[in-house]
T-cell receptor, first 111, second 118 residues
Framework: LAKTTQPISMDSYEGQEVNITCSHN???????ITWYQQFPSQGPRFIIQ???TKVTNEVASLFIPADRKSSTLSLPRVSLSDTAVYYC????????????FGSGTRLQVQP | GAVVSQHPSRVICKSGTSVKIECRSL??????MFWYRQFPKKSLMLMAT?????????EQGVEKDKFLINHASLTLSTLTVTSAHPEDSSFYIC??????????????FGPGTRLTVL
């Protein structure tokens, strides 16, 4: 399973754009990159998933370079409610194997 | 998105008792469910993979006789913590994978169950 490395924590202010980068040097051909958000005492919530290039949805963008050895989650104009732990996961296409959670990035948004 | 529920959301029990936690996929069939455990300020740790109609596959270091998993239907998996001890106190989270062919790999997580063993 591809291992992921993320910054342990990040601080930001309301209204700013936040970019969280994750490295996954051993990503396999069939692996997708998925980001989850977790609030205290809640289960992780799916944010975005991608395979290559750029993916955008209503809450975030995901940038994946051509070599796919890293990815960047971009949160536009964060608010206090975006304070959470963000996990970058790499998993196979079929989803038949569990996702392996790394340490995650604890994002603290200040007013 | 698909919904996964867990019951109970929190449970307090005495040491030595057994506790059952249910994980249900509410609007889809889940051939595979996963059970995770999370200690305070730590990441999720996979405990076992539960496949409908077959025995669960446990991760190294997880006692299968202590953490009994049953996946009797496509919408329900249960985790029973037998003879619970204070060190079993944790946040237990299940996730479910959509049973049909999917264009991408998304797992849906339940809200978690907080177990406190006194």
């Amino acid at each position: 399973l591809a291992k992921t490395t993320q910054p342990i924590s990040m601080d930001s202010y309301e209204g700013q754009e936040v970019n969280i980068t994750c490295s996954h040097n051993n990503i396999a051909t069939n692996d997708y990159i998925t980001w989850y958000q977790q609030f205290p005492s809640q289960g992780p919530r799916f944010i975005i998933q991608g395979y290559k290039t750029k993916v955008t949805n209503e809450v975030a963008s995901l940038f994946i370079p051509a070599d796919r050895k890293s990815s960047t989650l971009s949160l536009p104009r964060v608010s206090l409610s975006d304070t959470a732990v963000y996990y970058c996961l790499v998993g196979d296409y079929t989803g038949r194997r569990a996702l392996t959670f790394g340490s995650g990035t604890r994002l603290q948004v200040q007013p | 998105g698909a919904v996964v529920s867990q019951h109970p959301s929190r449970v307090i029990c005495k040491s030595g008792t057994s506790v059952k936690i249910e994980c249900r996929s509410l609007d889809f069939q889940a051939t595979t469910m996963f059970w995770y455990r999370q200690f305070p300020k730590k990441s999720l740790m996979l405990m076992a993979t539960s496949n409908e109609g077959s025995k669960a596959t446990y991760e190294q270091g997880v006692e299968k006789d202590k953490f009994l998993i049953n996946h009797a239907s496509l919408t329900l998996s249960t985790l029973t913590v037998t003879s619970a001890h204070p060190e079993d106190s944790s946040f237990y989270i299940c996730s479910a994978r959509f049973g049909g062919s999917s264009s991408y790999n998304e797992q849906f997580f339940g809200p978690g169950t907080r177990l406190t063993v006194l």
